[in-house]
């Protein structure tokens, strides 16, 4: 059964830093672009960033474009977003999300992406 676990969400002053990671079982994320979306309290889910299967292609939304990185261990079967900078608006459930198959782009479009994590919360407060 394929799974995502997402992992890393805590409570944090403004200007701090987190880490969340994307785990995944049940498959092998190489064949997969991984896709981190967020959505906060009364808003839509948006796309924070994404990232193909092989990393060659890496997109972020412009609200957090300079300040988080997308990255993949695919030997630990593992994608992950490293936040800076982080501001009391970037405070939501982060998601992260699977699509399979070779695309030339990194979509930040969730209905793109058909396996889905449970989520992880972010606060940002001081």
């Known amino acids: 059964q394929l799974q995502l676990v997402e992992s890393g969400g805590a409570l944090v002053q403004p200007g701090g830093s987190l880490r969340l990671s994307c785990a995944a079982s049940?498959?092998?994320?190489?064949?997969?672009?991984i896709g981190w979306f967020r959505q906060a309290p009364g808003k839509e889910r948006e796309g924070v960033s994404a990232?193909?299967?092989?990393?060659?292609?890496?997109n972020y939304s412009n609200s957090v474009k300079g300040r988080f990185t997308i990255s993949r261990d695919n030997a630990r079967n593992t994608v992950y977003l490293q936040m800076n900078s982080l501001k009391p608006e970037d405070t939501a459930v982060y998601y992260c999300?699977?699509?399979?198959?070779?695309?030339?782009?990194?979509?930040?479009?969730?209905?793109?992406?058909?396996?889905w994590g449970q989520g992880t919360q972010v606060t940002v407060s001081s």
């Open positions: 999300a699977a699509r399979s198959g070779a695309w030339r782009y990194a979509s930040l479009t969730q209905d793109e992406y058909p396996y």
């Open positions: 049940g498959f092998t994320l190489n064949s997969y672009d």
């Open positions: 990232i193909s299967r092989t990393a060659a292609i890496i």
